[in-house]
């Protein structure tokens, strides 16, 4: 797999860049908040030296797998989320996508900015012609970013994937094709 | 720990072995058919060294596990199975499966497949296998639901089949606690044709691309679907494999609207978005350029509601269409349909984003 040159990608009033070794305080902030730990959890990072090694798994894109932001405001430089183009398959053009947003950045519409800019960005600058979303059916704020997104429902899957609580979960899957409408934001 | 070799297991008259370099002419054999040249991993394999490195590359992988089917009798190679993309901590993996072109229709995928989905659950200690086919692959869906894996739902576009055209596919899953049986299809609608006078509605074939790819180039349906450029008989297929997964899934109901006494296609009607609980539809509809100004829209559009509010028990079925498609407009209002609200900027055209009406009958409006 070829390596991915480091872009920052405008979305919309916030910024996605390479994630930074100095995010280390918010990430780990973000990362003990409770929604976070049940739906997205990152369970290696404890400290913020974990956090620290977490943030410089992200930045480092040379394995060509995956391409993983921090979403930031621009003005202030503060991280209030992150965005990941994991499960990257150029052969296939597809890969799967991730996200969390910060519990001081929420219900202002950072997912959905981020999502929609990362797959433009996944679209052109990889080529890929499909994104998936796969999220807990019992997470149901992450449906609608994903269908506000462009994110289509096209399944549900039984028991698919072991969450934070360590129990097993049903989640939905949506999709997104290069060739499907750009969502109206 | 993924054991090695891969162990024997007897399967209702089969027996799953390791593979072997001396199964080379055999697995050339079972690659050599077009069926299994398009949609599996064999599509590489055209001579005993393809055939030879195609097992050296499945006894190397480390996530995966590959057997020979054969026939217990005479210890022909009839098959593969394999789960692949076995994943340890998430206990999830896939099955997968060709048989050789002249021993179908013998039940060697369902007990191959059986076989492998019980060694996965029981040894490997699984929680989830899944399996996947090109909506197309009726056979594979048969297979699927005989063998305990439910219909999940559609992946639209999964996979380019090395031609260059990406495919949509079925996710079927079973869990270790799901029956091994037959999965009913729960939701699943008995596709049936309907009479109504001079028109006959037809359930949609897959031996009807050509016509749908005719259709489809007219320039007044092309301007109204919402879809992306029309890109040729690959879409017609698609098309018609989404009306297919329609009544498999309980998701849409649909016919092409043909002349009764010729057979000849005049047009399309669809009640999609079906939701049994609040008993909601929404009805779609065409008629072909030289076909229209007779009613044929309006008279399809009645019959299909009538069925779905007598079979599917719907209580209510919209329609949509974009504000400069009076004709449209004129066929939801004649059939009963009348104008609800305006629905700004909800449609995206090839053209740019345009307002839509939206039009709607109630069960009790019918005529």
């Not at chain 1, 059916?137 to 609608?144: E, I, M």
């Not at chain 2, 199964?23 to 055209?46: C, F, G, Q």
């Not at chain 2, 020979?68 to 593969?80: I, K, N, P």
């Amino acid at each position: 797999m070829t390596a991915i040159a480091h872009e920052d990608v405008p979305a919309g009033r916030w910024l996605l860049r390479p994630p930074r070794p100095a995010e280390a305080a918010e990430a780990l902030a973000m990362l003990t908040d409770r929604d976070v730990v049940q739906w997205n959890p990152a369970p290696a990072v404890v400290d913020e030296a974990s956090a620290r090694a977490w943030l410089e798994r992200g930045r480092d894109w040379s394995s060509g797998g995956h391409a993983t932001f921090s979403v930031v405001d621009p003005v202030s430089s503060r991280m209030l989320g992150n965005v990941s183009v994991h499960r990257i398959d150029r052969e296939q053009a597809f890969a799967a996508l991730g996200y969390r947003v910060a519990p001081w950045a929420r219900r202002q519409g950072v997912a959905t900015a981020a999502l929609a800019a990362v797959s433009g960005w996944s679209f052109d600058r990889l080529g890929l012609a499909r994104l998936e979303i796969c999220h807990a059916v019992d997470n149901p704020g992450s449906c609608r970013v994903a269908e506000r997104a462009g994110f289509r429902l096209e399944g549900t899957l039984r028991q698919s994937f072991v969450y934070g609580d360590g129990h097993r979960h049903d989640e939905h899957l949506h999709g997104r094709l290069r060739t499907d409408p750009v969502p109206l934001l | 720990m993924i054991p090695r070799p891969v162990p024997t297991i007897e399967a209702e008259g089969l027996l799953l072995t390791p593979l072997s370099d001396s199964d080379a002419a055999a697995v050339v054999a079972l690659s050599d058919d077009p069926e299994t040249r398009a949609w599996s991993s064999l599509k590489t394999v055209r001579s005993p060294a393809d055939a030879e490195a195609w097992i050296r590359e499945r006894l190397a992988r480390s996530d995966g596990m590959t057997w020979a089917v054969r026939d217990t009798d005479t210890g022909q190679l009839v098959a593969r199975v394999g789960l692949v993309r076995i994943d340890e901590a998430d206990r999830a993996a896939e099955v997968g499966y060709s048989v050789r072109a002249d021993h179908r229709r013998n039940g060697i995928a369902t007990r191959a497949v059986r076989g492998a989905a019980s060694y996965g659950f029981a040894e490997l200690g699984l929680a989830r296998i899944i399996l996947q086919h090109a909506t197309g692959n009726r056979a594979s869906c048969a297979v699927a639901r005989t063998t305990g894996f439910a219909y999940e739902g559609t992946a639209r576009a999964l996979f380019d089949n090395g031609k260059g055209v990406r495919h949509d596919y079925h996710i079927h899953a079973r869990l270790a606690d799901d029956p091994a049986g037959r999965v009913p299809a729960p939701r699943a609608i008995e596709p049936v044709e309907i009479g109504a006078g001079r028109l006959q509605l037809v359930p949609w074939r897959p031996a009807d691309a050509p016509d749908v790819d005719r259709a489809f180039v007219e320039p007044h349906i092309a301007r109204w679907d919402g879809g992306p450029p029309w890109a040729g008989i690959a879409d017609a297929d698609r098309w018609l494999a989404a009306r297919t997964t329609g009544w498999e899934s309980g998701a849409m109901v649909s016919w092409s609207v043909r002349d009764s006494t010729t057979g000849r296609l005049l047009g399309s009607v669809a009640i999609k978005d079906l939701d049994r609980r609040p008993g909601t539809g929404v009805a779609s509809y065409w008629v072909r350029a030289a076909e229209r100004g007779h009613g044929v829209a309006g008279q399809a559009l009645g019959a299909a509601a009538r069925f779905s509010y007598a079979v599917l028990g719907l209580h209510r079925i919209e329609a949509y269409h974009a504000v400069a498609n009076t004709a449209s407009c004129r066929v939801a209002v004649r059939s009963g349909f009348p104008l609800e609200g305006l629905l700004r900027g909800s449609l995206r055209l090839a053209d740019g984003v345009t307002d839509e009406h939206l039009h709607a009958q109630l069960a009790t409006d019918a005529p």
